[in-house]
């Protein structure tokens, strides 16, 4: 397998402090109603505890993009070297077929500049050395990022609960699914 | 699709209506005995529909001057395709249109309504985005080719020859038959699927718009065509406003994937 960079969400770690998505934000300005990273609580009916558990989603840069095969202006690109999906807005027309189609809602629209755009991976980071902002900021390290070529990890997962399968996009994006708290009962005891 | 997108709603009707009237022109033409009727006013009306449907089209497009740059991914979006027959299709209209006398000519009709066909099939891939589960599907295309046919038969209907009409007659009561049926059964369908494709039937049936584009647009005139054995002068207007009624429904209420993220899918 080539390499293919993606994020590895551990849900047993987050706490929905939401500063992944606040340093995303720090870093690109987007307008207010352009999210590229966003924090989801995971619904009772799936992680039924009083204490709440989240999944922090951006772009998963996918295998098979959908936002890459719908565009009709050839405005995305599928990064050879690391697998990241690009939007170059120069290209964009803002016809909206990218934001419609992605089955995970990672495209917006930007209102100011009148275009699509996405989550880029911070690859102009990533080609300096650093990491994405977003895994930079993560106060207890729930976020990282791997190169699924050589990831090996038992326990993650691609496809949690509340989070929809695409097989045919494979999403570039891996999961840590939070465990409920042991509670002891008095019958327990 | 959770946005009523209404430039594409015009578009995608309008754009429907004109290949259907287009179909439905050279079918008559050929396919049925008696004087071929307003054949040049049936052109005319479908070039001016489809430039129509393509001038709304650009009020969806944050950059609409670029928006000839549309065409460069034909090997892959469908939407490219789409833009491209739509263009072909328009070529096609309008030389039929400057051609037509008493008749149109075979090839220009036939390749007219080929194009027009490929370009609804274009259509209803470009709007079966896996980000819909209900209409990741086949039900765009059954739904984009019921409004060319409803649309096409019942515009037809104002310049075929008394003769033809009777065909026209029986066409448009056996689509409004089956768009009854399909509009009715799909969204019920949906509620047996899984959770976004359920919210998605429940928001079309509780969608007061749904119900009025079920009586305006279907069961009205079906029981117009079914007491007068003909189709109303008024009845195509009728249909057009029930087909943009459903299409609104189709763009509004049509729920997305990623609206349920941490929940139960």
């Known amino acids: ?13 987050c706490i929905g ?30 992680y039924p505890h009083r204490e709440r558990a989240f999944y922090s989603l951006a772009c998963n840069h996918c295998e098979n993009p959908t936002c890459l095969n719908v565009c009709p202006v050839v405005a995305y690109s599928k990064r050879e070297a690391d697998g990241i999906v690009i939007h170059d807005q120069e290209k964009c027309i803002g016809c909206g077929n990218c934001i419609r189609s992605c089955p995970y809602g990672v495209p917006r629209y930007n209102p100011v500049l009148k275009k699509a755009e996405k989550c880029s991976f911070c690859w102009q980071r990533i080609d300096a050395g650093l990491k ?14 791997v190169d699924l070529a050589t990831f090996d990890k038992p326990d ?13 996009l494979n999403p570039s994006v891996r999961f840590l699914v939070p465990r409920l708290p042991k509670i002891i009962g008095r019958e327990d005891i | 699709m959770s946005n009523l997108e209404l430039p594409l709603v015009f578009f995608t009707v309008l754009s429907q209506t004109a290949i259907g009237l287009v ?20 052109w005319v009306t479908a070039s001016g529909l489809i430039i129509a449907g393509m001038v709304a089209s650009f009020f969806h497009l944050g950059h609409p001057l670029e928006g000839y740059t549309a065409l460069k991914h034909l090997d892959k979006a469908w939407l490219s395709r789409e833009v491209l027959g739509v263009s072909i299709f328009l070529g096609l209209t309008v030389l039929g249109m400057f051609m037509a006398r008493d ?33 990741n599907n086949v039900l765009p295309l059954v739904f984009f080719l019921m409004t060319a046919l409803l649309l ?19 066409v448009l009561a056996v689509t409004l038959i089956v768009g009854l049926v399909v509009y009715l059964i799909v969204p019920c369908v949906w509620l047996s699927g899984g959770t976004v494709m359920a919210q998605t039937g429940w928001a079309w049936i509780g969608s007061p718009l749904y119900w009025a584009r079920i009586i305006i647009g ?6 117009a065509v079914w007491m007068t054995r003909d189709v109303p002068a008024w009845l195509p207007t009728i249909i057009l406003i029930g087909e943009i009624m459903g299409r609104m429904v189709f763009f509004k209420d049509t729920l997305h994937a990623a609206g349920n993220l941490g929940g139960l899918y």
């Open chain 1, 1 to 13: 397998m080539k390499k293919q960079y993606a994020f590895y969400i551990d849900a047993e770690r």
């Open chain 1, 17 to 46: 402090c939401f500063t992944c998505a606040m340093a995303c934000k720090n870093q690109y300005h987007q307008p207010e109603t352009v999210i590229w990273r966003q924090v989801y609580p995971i619904k009772a009916e799936i």
């Open chain 1, 132 to 145: 994405p902002q977003c895994v930079q900021s993560c106060p207890v390290e729930a976020l990282q990022i």
């Open chain 1, 156 to 168: 993650a997962v691609q496809y949690p609960p509340g989070f929809p399968k695409y097989p045919k």
């Open chain 2, 23 to 42: 179909i439905i022109s050279t079918l008559r033409q050929w396919a049925v005995d008696g004087p071929t009727g307003n054949i040049r006013g049936e």
């Open chain 2, 103 to 135: 008749k149109i000519s075979g090839p220009v009709a036939f390749g007219a309504a080929i194009v027009g066909l490929a370009t609804i099939l274009f259509m209803g891939m470009t709007y079966s985005p896996p980000s819909y589960p209900a209409i």
């Open chain 2, 152 to 170: 096409g038969t019942s515009f037809g209907s104002w310049f075929a020859s008394p003769e033809k009409r009777i065909w026209l007659t029986r």
């Open chain 2, 218 to 223: 279907l069961v009205l005139p079906l029981a």
